[in-house]
Antibody
Framework: EVQLVESGGGLVQPGGSLRLSCAAS????????MHWVRQAPGKGLVWVSR????????SYADSVKGRFTISRDNAKNTLYLQMNSLRAEDTAVYYCARDSAQWLGAPLWYFDLWGRGTLVTVSS | QSVLTQPPSVSGAPGQRVTISCTGS?????????VHWYQQLPGTAPKLLIYGNSNRPSGVPDRFSGSKSGTSASLAITGLQAEDEADYYC????????????FGGGTKLTVL
């Protein structure tokens, strides 16, 4: 089955760190660009970060730049998001999402496969 | 405040047609970048509904259609059904931002 499964969310204090994982299965993970998108409780979708297929190129939303790091391990079919210096406003469900671009040198910037998400709560 | 503007809510009776607008600017939709639409049913992850302005992924009913003109785009749903009640998001690319994967604020569709 083609799917993405996130894990690693939980409750963390302000200033703390957390690493999210996204396990991919059922497709050639190493051929796709990947993204993280988050959704604060009761709010809309917000793009967070993206990574190219071999992990050599990344970009971030201004709100997380310098604090979050996206990475991937194609041998393990897993996408990661390392989150440091967490703030209350980072509280959200974090989704990993597959860019529709396969074997391409640039993302298409639309997401044809989503995980179910993992909840991150930043609170003291 | 979202880069792409959507109405917070729309509603319609079963069988009716509704449209959801998505307004951008010269750095995103108006610059020629494609618009995509997602449906998020309550308590679930978003699902791709329309890509490349007007294309439907396999499995999406032809009751859903998309269009784009100038700095705006629209999602139309015909033959409204109870199971269409969900949040709908438009999304595009913005060349002026370092975080270019921009979404609209979302529209809650209520089936009366």
């Amino acid at each position: 089955e083609v799917q993405l499964v996130e894990s690693g969310g939980g409750l963390v204090q302000p200033g703390g760190s957390l690493r999210l994982s996204c396990a991919a299965s059922g497709f050639t993970f190493s051929s796709y660009w990947m993204h993280w998108v988050r959704q604060a409780p009761g709010k809309g979708l917000v793009w967070v970060s993206r990574i190219n297929s071999d992990g050599s190129s990344t970009s971030y939303a201004d709100s997380v730049k310098g604090r979050f790091t996206i990475s991937r391990d194609n041998a393990k079919n897993t996408l990661y998001l390392q989150m440091n210096s967490l703030r209350a406003e980072d509280t959200a469900v974090y989704y990993c999402a597959r860019d529709s671009a396969q074997w391409l040198g640039a993302p298409l910037w639309y997401f044809d496969l989503w995980g179910r998400g993992t909840l991150v709560t930043v609170s003291s | 405040q979202s880069v792409l503007t959507q109405p917070p809510s729309v509603s319609g009776a079963p069988g009716q047609r509704v449209t959801i607008s998505c307004t951008g600017s010269s750095s995103n939709i108006g610059a020629g970048y494609d618009v995509h639409w997602y449906q998020q049913l309550p308590g679930t992850a978003p699902k791709l509904l329309i890509y490349g302005n007007s294309n439907r992924p396999s499995g999406v009913p032809d009751r859903f259609s998309g269009s784009k003109s100038g700095t705006s785009a629209s999602l139309a749903i015909t033959g409204l059904q109870a199971e269409d009640e969900a949040d709908y998001y438009c999304q595009s690319y913005d060349s002026s931002l370092s975080g270019p994967g921009v979404f609209g604020g979302g529209t809650k569709l209520t089936v009366l």
